[in-house]
Every structure is written in C-alpha cells, then in structure tokens.
C-alpha cells in the first residue's frame, strides 16, 4: 500500500446505498471486464440490478476509498431477496434460505489486491450481519473456468483461495448457470457455484 492515501471505509444501510450506486456500478462495469468474467455489461442494466440493494431490508454496501477515490466495494443482502435463478440452485437441499446473506459484490481495483482489504472488509461485513442477529450464515457464488482459459491471465489468482482462507465452504451440487455477453461481443452460457460459511 506504500505511496497510497489512508484507505477509510463507509458502510451504508436503506436508502442511502442510492447514493453509491453509481459508484458500485462503475467498479463492477470495470473489474467484471477482467477474467474470469470477461462481462461486457452496460450501465443502466448494472444500476437496475443494483438498485435492490436500496430497497432490500438489511442490505448493506461498504465502500473503501484512497482519499476520494471508491477503490473498492463489498456488498449484500438476505438470500431470499436473491434473483429466482439463484435461489432455485438450492432446491431439494438441506440450505436454509430464510437465514442466509448473499454476499454478492466483492470488487477492488488491481492496485488494492492481496493485501488484506479484502478480508477486513468482509469481517466488517460479517459484523454488521451479526448485529441484526437474524442470519447464520453467508453465502456466495463464483463462476466456473477451465484451467486452460485461453483469456487465464498466467498470473492469476483464483477468489477460491480467498474464500477458502476466510471460512467458505463449497456447496457441492448447488450451481446455477447466468448467460451474460463477453468482451468479445459473444453471450455465453456461465456455470455459477456457490460457497457457504457459518457466522459463529
């Protein structure tokens, strides 16, 4: 983090996450470009979709700035407040959704990787759910690519090694599939999996 400002946080509730879409909105429009994403999105889809963040009880969206600049976000809400697709992934298994959170944005520029940002933002996350003291668990979802990728960047590192490191489980089975258009114009089909961790 040297020749860097001091990184402050903001974590925001209800209606007042309205005034951060924008923010989220360009941080997922440009790090959901890189692999393994490779999504071409557009603004006012990003901002639609992002929009249930204001309106979903509990939801809460964590914003890291260097000085003034949004360098990275951290957001979530109640599982069930999820997309039909993704809660249907978990149809005839045990996983309760009535007390999961879906942690569903974990984004930073490349410049803030690796060094520790990301974990103190999903533990001060992790406060927040536990202080509603209504959910017991998180939940999330990462896509699925072949290791031999052509577009693998050689320096790549997988989120499953973050997830692993603070706490998340694979949930064997439970996938869902989104289509989305990549960088090169194309829409394809894209395999989700999805983790779990226990809120002790």
């Known amino acids: 983090m040297n020749g860097k400002k001091e990184i402050t946080e903001q974590l925001l509730t209800g209606a007042a996450i309205a005034d951060v879409l924008d923010d989220v909105a360009t941080l997922r429009l440009e790090i959901f470009r890189e692999y393994p994403y490779l999504y071409q999105g557009r603004r006012e889809d990003e901002l639609k ?3 249930t963040y ?3 009880p509990d939801a809460c969206v964590i914003l890291a700035y ?3 600049a949004v360098i990275g976000a951290v957001a979530g809400m109640p599982l069930i407040h999820e ?3 993704m809660l249907d992934a978990f149809a005839g298994t045990a996983f309760s959704l009535s007390d999961a959170y879906y942690v569903g944005e974990l984004l930073f520029r490349p410049a803030y990787r690796n060094c520790g940002l990301g974990q ?3 533990a001060r996350q992790e406060s927040y759910i536990r202080s509603l003291g209504r959910y017991r668990k998180l ?3 990462t896509v699925g690519r072949p290791d ?3 577009l693998r960047p050689c320096d790549y590192i997988s989120i499953t090694r973050f997830l692993a490191r603070t706490g998340f489980a694979r949930l064997p ?3 869902t599939h989104f289509m989305w258009r990549e960088t090169d114009g194309i829409v394809r089909d894209h395999p989700m999996q999805f983790w779990s961790k226990e809120l002790i």
């Open 148 to 150: 031999d990728h052509p």
């Open 49 to 51: 979709y992002l929009g």
């Open 120 to 122: 103190k933002l999903l």
């Open 54 to 56: 204001a309106e979903a």
């Open 83 to 85: 997309d039909a697709q």
């Open 66 to 68: 260097d000085g003034h």
């Open 173 to 175: 089975g439970v996938t």
């Open 139 to 141: 939940a999330c979802a």
